[in-house]
């Protein structure tokens, strides 16, 4: 699949494309009921289609200060759209010159001019522009003059409730990754490259491969059942893993630890793909090592037996 960045010339093959306009984190049931859609027009009409997003997220920009919240990186999302069956990903990439446009700039001289989009997909609460002034009226009302068809989408529910990437993200931070896999399709999935630790885990039977959160909402702390996947494509493990501060050791350092049941070997550097499928249970802190092997021992029964039924 092709990456560009709206700052990118757009191939004359990718010109005349039906575009997917959205922040699209998670890309859960909601965002891939806009990419389908956007999808069927294009192939409907013969075009291209192209899925845009946000990155960093405009969020990022206006409140830095927001703690991590991100439920996918840029790479994840170029996987998800493809398989999707778009043909690019576009990438506004978030500045202070995006958050000034007015909305009717960003459809003129963006997505007209720049893009040459033929039409835009939205959902129905998308909005866009200098303090969010533009809607999807906006869209369709600035886009008809400049010979952009919009159409939107509306909202997705389940269970009753809207899908929305907040909700997912209030699932994570509860310890219900069975609720966030039910509205993204998929598990919540952290990807990041093993980095060097302590090496404590050995020493009790436990290696681990351990991975810095970088920009990823934190779920809840805890020990989790767990698949892991080398992005390399040497292999892929059931596993159990710590997420959080290692209360039984300091100092306190965030990691997210993964120990792969039935491997030996080195991962160093390698870029791994852990996904979180059920919660076991809270971080603890124990009164001896040999208390926390014990419940160690406990979680990986229980995680093997929970992953064994997938």
């Keep these: 699949m092709i990456r560009l960045t709206h700052r990118d010339p757009v191939p ?15 890309f ?5 009921r806009v990419v389908a859609e956007a999808v069927t027009w294009a192939r409907s009409e013969g075009r291209p289609a192209i899925v845009a997003t946000f990155d960093p997220h405009p969020v990022r920009h206006f409140a830095p200060h927001v703690p991590p919240f991100r439920l996918t990186t840029l790479d994840q999302r170029q996987e998800l759209f493809a398989a999707a069956w778009a043909d690019a990903m576009l990438v506004f990439a978030f500045d202070a010159e995006l958050a000034t446009m007015s909305a009717e700039s960003f459809v003129a001289d963006l997505l007209a001019a720049r893009i040459g989009a033929a039409g835009v997909v939205t959902g129905q609460d998308f909005t866009f522009g200098r303090g969010r002034g533009g809607s999807t009226a906006t869209l ?7 010979g952009i068809r919009a159409r939107a989408i509306a909202p997705v529910t389940a269970a009753g409730l809207t899908v929305s990437s907040s909700r997912i993200r209030d699932a994570l ?13 998929r598990p919540f999935a952290v990807r990041a490259r093993v980095q060097h630790g302590d090496k404590r885990g050995r020493t009790i039977g436990y290696p681990t491969a351990n991975m810095d ?37 300091e100092p306190p350092v965030e990691l997210l630890e993964a120990y792969l049941f039935d491997f ?7 870029e ?11 971080e603890a802190k124990f009164d001896s ?6 419940q160690m021992d406990a979680d990986c029964a229980r995680a093997r037996t929970l992953l064994s039924a997938r």
């Design 12 to 26: 004359d093959g990718l010109r005349g494309a039906i575009v997917a306009l959205g922040n699209f984190d998670g």
């Design 28 to 32: 859960h049931l909601g965002h891939q």
């Design 140 to 146: 369709a009302g600035e886009g008809a003059g400049c």
């Design 173 to 185: 931070k509860a310890g219900e990754c069975e609720v966030a896999a039910a509205l993204l399709t």
């Design 213 to 249: 959160m970088g920009t990823y909402l934190r779920p809840r702390y805890g020990i989790y059942a767990v698949t892991v996947r080398d992005l390399a494509g040497r292999g892929m493990w059931q596993g159990a893993a710590n997420l959080g501060v290692r209360p039984q050791f």
């Design 264 to 270: 030996a070997g080195d991962l160093y550097d390698r």
């Design 272 to 282: 791994l793909e852990v996904a979180l499928h059920h919660f076991l249970r809270p």
């Design 289 to 294: 090592l040999a208390a926390l092997t014990a």
